[in-house]
């Protein structure tokens, strides 16, 4: 089977064709970055308008590798995200599947990350542990099987890339502030400084705590140490919190596999720790970089088990902007 995936929920614009959920055969990304970097941060009415400007020329693109006839149904985000980005993908989700006459299929963007990781580990089965890291969303959740999740941790203000760009902002390094400072922390010391550690019992997570620390730290100690050493001793911190609060998970739950998805994965730093924990007997997965930003590839995969539950997308389906993990989009 066939599934056209369509991601349009933050500042990429993605569609991609998967087969059996498993097999990438077309996934095309465009970011919006260029647009947003002279703001600092995401423009919301900005996004959505690029949206409509690039989304008719993918989907064209992708129909000249797989055309109408052969596909067998649409996936679309319809949340979590901005309303008027997700606005623009379903609108034309709805009109193919009403044209076309195939199923709608609906995807919640936080769930649809772990299925960048089943396109690349196609063996991979649950249960297993997940973490999700990105700009928006720092989620830790138990995948027990298709459809089926359990929250086990969020984060209680800052994201973890949210984090990156706020600090990244304060050291005077371009947006985006994740690969700015992963390419910076290179050249630095990451123990060279030592940063708290905030919400360390439970699992759910604060960012906002080592964000102030760091900016106050600059304020004082600028020019007299090396930015470098700064930007390395952050990024090592909020690795260690990710990775502290992910093992603690698969303890409580009795599992040893380790699943992480989201922009954040393609760090470095954090890529080198995940290697660490694959020698102390985890069973670890994710993704390649281009597969942790946004795509639709992952949208279709995760459209894929949706149309093999029956699960179908009425017409009259609408945005959920704030949907939440294991929440069911089609009964709320």
């Known amino acids: 089977m066939i599934i056209l995936g369509i991601e349009t929920s933050c500042d990429e614009t993605s569609v991609a064709l998967v087969a059996d959920g498993r097999r990438i055969l077309k996934n095309i990304v465009l970011s ?31 129909l000249s590798t797989c055309p109408p006839d052969r596909i067998d149904g649409i996936a679309v985000t319809v949340g979590p995200g901005l309303m008027g980005s997700l606005l623009v993908g379903l609108m034309f989700a709805k009109t193919l599947s009403w044209v076309w006459k195939k199923p709608l299929l609906g995807a919640n963007h936080l769930e649809a990350h772990v299925y960048a990781v089943f396109l690349e580990h196609p063996y991979l089965s649950p249960p ?48 985006p502030g994740g690969p700015a400072i992963d390419e910076l922390s ?29 900016k106050l730290f600059w304020e004082e100690k600028k020019g007299k140490v090396k930015i470098e050493d700064v930007a390395a001793s952050f990024q090592r911190k909020v690795v260690e919190v990710l990775l502290d609060k992910l093992t603690k998970a698969a303890s409580l739950k009795g599992v040893n ?16 720790k995940l290697e660490e924990l694959k020698e102390k007997g985890f069973e670890v997965f994710y993704p390649s970089p281009p597969l942790c930003t946004d795509n639709a590839a992952m949208v279709a995969a995760y459209g894929y088990h949706e149309l093999l539950r029956g699960r179908i997308a009425p017409l009259t389906i609408t945005v959920k902007p704030d949907l939440e993990i294991g929440e069911d989009f089609l009964s709320s």
């Open 128 to 175: 297993f542990v997940c973490l999700l890291a990105s700009g928006g969303h720092t989620e830790l959740f138990l995948f027990k099987e298709h459809g089926s999740f359990e929250l086990l941790g969020s984060t209680r203000d800052d994201a973890a890339g949210e984090a990156f760009d706020k600090v990244a902002r304060v050291l005077g390094l371009p947006y």
């Open 257 to 272: 596999k380790l699943v992480l998805s989201g922009g954040v994965v393609a760090n470095s730093f954090l890529r080198r």
């Open 186 to 214: 290179n050249k630095g010391d990451p123990y060279a400084f030592e940063f708290p550690y905030p919400l360390e019992e439970g699992l759910d997570f604060s960012f906002s705590g080592i964000k102030t620390a760091v």
């Open 32 to 62: 919006q970055v260029k647009y947003h970097a002279p703001y600092g941060g995401v423009v919301p009415e900005l996004a959505s308008r690029k949206h409509l400007e690039k989304i008719l020329y993918l989907i064209d693109d992708a």
